[in-house]
């Protein structure tokens, strides 16, 4: 089935640190979302994107839908030890089904 | 609000037999369920769209007669792995959505089912 791309595959970084993270498609979505995923676990919705440009914040998350409605990027600002975990982005063709696509995630270890 | 449950959280089997996994939407009634498959260290892969009272559509390569799904109620979906096989193996996550088209896919805690 079709993935999104999402970069880097995944990050080692020290307490403190920003992040960011990407993702891009080839086709157009009309909502992208990013969600997060401890081991074990179902993901966790953290920010939803439903509008081209759009730039929505979410405590120390920052997320924003590219103007081409084809990628999406995720900041985490001043990273704490429970930001470990796996973050995926998701689009949203819209219409008549609600069906996800995934994007490849991203593994955040962020040392103390 | 909208809390998804999965049972069993975890399952191991014997190859060849058939296991069954739970997605029960707790404070909620869900038109739509969706299920997932997830590898170790891969992504989430969408196996199937559930709808109350209808078949369920499978997604391309997925064999609908291997993965048998049935949406009864409004609150519970069920997955039936048949004639499991190690490949099988695999993490299954369930998601739920409240009610109308364009509302939040709430997910459940995930199954894992190893299969010997």
């Known amino acids: 089935g079709q993935q999104l791309n999402q970069s880097p595959q995944s990050m080692f970084i020290q307490e403190g640190e920003d992040v960011s993270m990407n993702c891009t498609s080839s086709?157009?979505?009309?909502?992208w979302l990013w969600y997060k995923q401890d081991p074990g676990e179902g993901p966790v919705l953290l920010i939803a994107?439903?509008?081209?440009?759009e730039l929505t914040s979410n405590g120390r998350l920052t997320a924003q839908f590219g103007i081409t409605r084809k990628d999406s990027f995720l900041n985490i600002s001043a990273s704490i030890p429970s930001d470990v975990g796996i973050y995926f982005c998701?689009?949203?063709?819209?219409?008549?089904?609600?069906?996800?696509?995934f994007g490849t995630g991203t593994l955040l270890a962020v040392q103390p | 609000g909208a809390v998804v449950s999965q049972h069993p959280s975890w399952v191991i089997c014997k190859s060849g037999t058939s296991v069954k996994i739970e997605c029960r939407s707790l404070d909620f009634q869900a038109t739509t369920m969706f299920w997932y498959r997830q590898f170790p260290k891969q992504s989430l892969m969408l196996m199937a769209t559930s709808n109350e009272g209808s078949k369920a559509t499978y997604e391309q390569g997925v064999e609908k007669d291997k993965f048998l799904i049935n949406h009864a109620s409004l609150t519970l979906s069920t997955l039936t792995v048949t004639s499991a096989h190690p490949e099988d193996s695999s993490f299954y996550i369930c998601?739920?959505?409240?009610?109308?088209?364009?509302?939040?896919?709430?997910f459940g805690p995930g199954t894992r089912l190893t299969v010997t």
């Open positions: 998601s739920a959505i409240p009610g109308h088209i364009g509302d939040e896919q709430y």
């Open positions: 086709s157009i979505f009309n909502t």
């Open positions: 994107l439903y509008k081209a440009g």
């Open positions: 998701a689009g949203l063709r819209g219409g008549a089904t609600n069906k996800l696509i």
